[in-house]
């Protein structure tokens, strides 16, 4: 099961993605952490992607699929993986895809979670979180016992800056400009399955189990 995770900040991708693994012990490859990875252990690929780091410039589409396409030749990825983070926009997923069949492991499905934006800004602008254990609620869904205090040491609760809703809004708002457009992109391909990212956890994992039947 070949699969690209698709959704803007706040619609629940880690938390589904986590379950997936669980349940069909396949791995998650998130660009972010392969690129902390590639520097960290001194790759040539890393040390290429630090190159442009140490400079302040964005790491080239090509050094981020070299280290996609290293990961996807790994033994656990032998049955399918979960990409997260990447492709952003258009460009890249062409790329990707032409990488991906080169290596005979295309796509079989491109999930998008969707979520209206008045909920992704209550998700992301309602969370606060303490000072003392790090302990995380939202003032609208899982709120604090006590306004402003931790219910489990009660520890001080904080708007974290990138919480905040002007940060949130920007945010969101190049998701829409720049990567929402991977959803046409899928579309016209016909791999694109949309799942509605709202109720409970459990219920929005049915909803992407049900939806990923069809090449588990």
Known sequence: MRIVLLGAPGAGKGTQAKKLIEKYKIPQISTGDLLRAAVAQGTPLGKEAKSYMDKG?????????????????????????????????????????????????????????????????????????????????????????????????????????????????????????????????YGKKGILVRVPGTGSIDDIFGKVTAALGKVA
């Open 57 to 185: 410039e964005l790491v080239p589409d090509k050094v981020v699929l070299g280290m996609v396409e290293e990961r996807l030749k790994q033994p656990d990825c032998q049955k399918g993986f979960i990409l997260d983070g990447f492709p952003r926009n258009t460009a890249q997923a062409d790329a990707l895809d032409k990488m991906l069949v080169s290596i005979n492991m295309p796509l079989e499905l491109a999930l998008s979670i969707d979520v209206p934006f008045g909920d992704l800004m209550k998700r992301l602008t309602g969370r606060r979180t303490c000072k003392s254990c790090g302990q995380m609620y939202n003032i609208y869904f899982s709120p604090s016992g006590k306004e402003g205090a931790c219910d489990k040491c009660s520890g001080e609760l904080y708007q974290r800056d990138d919480d905040k809703e002007a940060t949130i809004e920007k945010r969101l708002k190049v998701y829409e400009s720049q990567t929402a457009p991977l959803i046409d992109y």
